[in-house]
């Protein structure tokens, strides 16, 4: 199987527009100044765009890993895909109109359904359903090219189509990596599916707040040092949530994809970790590393218990995880006074609640349960995102600025031959880049488009 490789440079979109007051303070409360403004109207098509597109890409996988298992949460999964192809086609119908639903939906959900016939073709060993599959896929690639067209006439989409088709072609490489028991090179590429669907909707927001600029003001906001902060964080945190979930029902059961479960939330880990290097040093970065492996250990001693059917261990374990709640808690607020300690604990010691409630429907079979549980997690994380990248801009508002001008992610850039969109990290940060303050991303594996035209 060919594989290209080449850096995902992740930087996208602003998100949530009101900061929780609950978890960073307001003016009043911090003498030494106050706490940033981050919202905007653009902001908040941002955080809609993205966070859904890139919960599409996890539970798309999610549907075609369970479909090529024949699993019996095989149901569960697709119903939670619904969900969030609703919540997908509920948000371009806002933009453009009721009018554009259903034939955008049409549209989306079709490719989801051919994605899922081509992981149960490798399952059952049927070309003709792989290849019905591909010919379906490409009928939908051209149908969507054209909806773009009609719905934002008189502008380039080249690269966005571009890569709409990079993100298929993604999951087929996934599913086939998948097919082949490698797990981790499986996992390389969700890793690598996941950041995309940011940069996407990245683009997709700015080519629709310059279409409707009355109805999304504060472009500039929406893109500043800031907001790019808020959007890596949030990337991240939430990319633990379903990381951290799938590994602990993989344990549970004792999947072969176990390890590899594991080695994408180490690499997910090492990526919080230079997040905070970049803010507060190396001395910081591994204390924050430590705690951090230290809650994820004990997620994975609860999975042991769980499996071993011990309560007395699982209860302990749960402890554990609660106590490395508060003690990341501590270690945040005692580095940044517009955090506030009990609350990101309180927020902490949820995300850990979801995590444990989803292993436990699963062990119950109930697999509805389970995944409406994983959606509510990797939302729940956007909370935290916010929070801490509000606090971080506003104890330093000279390295991440809320109001720099956006640059123009509408044009794309071509990475050695595999369509990509133009990033904005650098131009956003170039200051803090000068003092080493670099919100980078891993080198990630690149699936080519053309794959769908064979």
Known sequence: MHRSLRPLAVAVAALLVFVPSTLAGGPSTHQHGEVVDIGSPAAQLRVDLDRLLA????????????GLADSPDFAAAAAAVEGNSADVTAAIASIYGPGAADPFGDIWRSHIGYLVDYSIGLRDGSETTQQAALSGLATYRTRLHEFLGDANPGIDLSGIAEALDMHTAQLLEFIEAE???????????????????????DALARVIANKFPDRFTGVDVAYSGANTLRVTLDMLLGEHAFLAAEAMRSGLIGAPDFDAAKGAIRGNAADLQAVVRAAYGGEAARAFRDLWDGHVAAYLAYIEASRANNATARTQAIGQVN?????????????????????????????????AGQVEAYAASDFDATYTLVRTAYSHMFMAGEALAVGIASQMPELF??????????????????????????????????????????????ARGSRLQR
Do not use: C
């Open 401 to 446: 600025p809320a109001d720099a001008p956006a640059p123009d992610t509408a044009t794309m850039s071509d990475h050695h031959g595999s369509p990509g969109i133009t990033v904005i990290l650098l131009a956003l940060l170039v200051p803090a880049l000068a003092l080493g303050i670099a919100m980078l991303v891993r080198t990630s594996s690149a």
């Open 323 to 355: 106590t490395y709640a508060e003690q990341l808690a501590d270690f945040l607020a005692a580095a940044n006074p517009f955090l506030d300690a009990e609350a990101l604990a309180s927020l902490f010691q949820e995300h850990a609640a979801h995590l």
């Open 55 to 66: 919960e599409h890409a996890f539970l798309t996988i999610e549907q075609m890993r369970s």
């Open 179 to 201: 097919h082949a028991g490698d797990h981790e090179g499986a996992y390389e590429l969700e890793r690598a599916a996941y950041p995309h669907m940011f940069e996407m909707g």
